[in-house]
Nanobody
Framework: QVQLVESGGGLVQAGGSLRLSCAAS????????MGWFRQAPGKEREFVAA????????YYADSVKGRFTISRDNAKNTVYLQMNSLKPEDTAVYFC?????????????????WGQGTQVTVSS
């Protein structure tokens, strides 16, 4: 069992930045991939970014590529999402999740554990 707690969300103006954190419980954090997803009102949960267990490989949705950066600190059991040049369309609840082994990293079904989410609101 893994517990995830996100933090760092808030209200920011367009063009601004936020850094989300996701703290994980458990001693095996360094053995699994992690992902960030987001869900806007009335929309399906969508992939944002993912990172491999060791942090050497990262993956991004086209909509955030070049603006967002995913990273992890395995010593702190934490994964981060640095969000720059934010746009109003980035407004959503952001979730971190633990990826299942050999599962598809781009779909929610590929993840086994989820945090409670943190709200990000970007004003125009």
């Amino acid at each position: 069992q893994v517990q995830l707690v996100e933090s760092g969300g808030g209200l920011v103006q367009a063009g601004g930045s936020l850094r989300l954190s996701c703290a994980a419980s458990g001693r095996t954090f360094s053995t699994y991939g992690m992902g960030w997803f987001r869900q806007a009102p009335g929309k399906e949960r969508e992939f944002v970014a993912a990172i491999s267990s060791g942090g050497g490989s990262t993956y991004y949705a086209d909509s955030v590529k070049g603006r967002f950066t995913i990273s992890r600190d395995n010593a702190k059991n934490t994964v981060y999402l640095q969000m720059n040049s934010l746009k109003p369309e980035d407004t959503a609840v952001y979730f971190c999740a633990v990826r299942g082994y050999s599962s598809n990293r781009y779909y929610p079904s590929g993840y086994d554990y989820w945090g409670q989410g943190t709200q990000v609101t970007v004003s125009s």
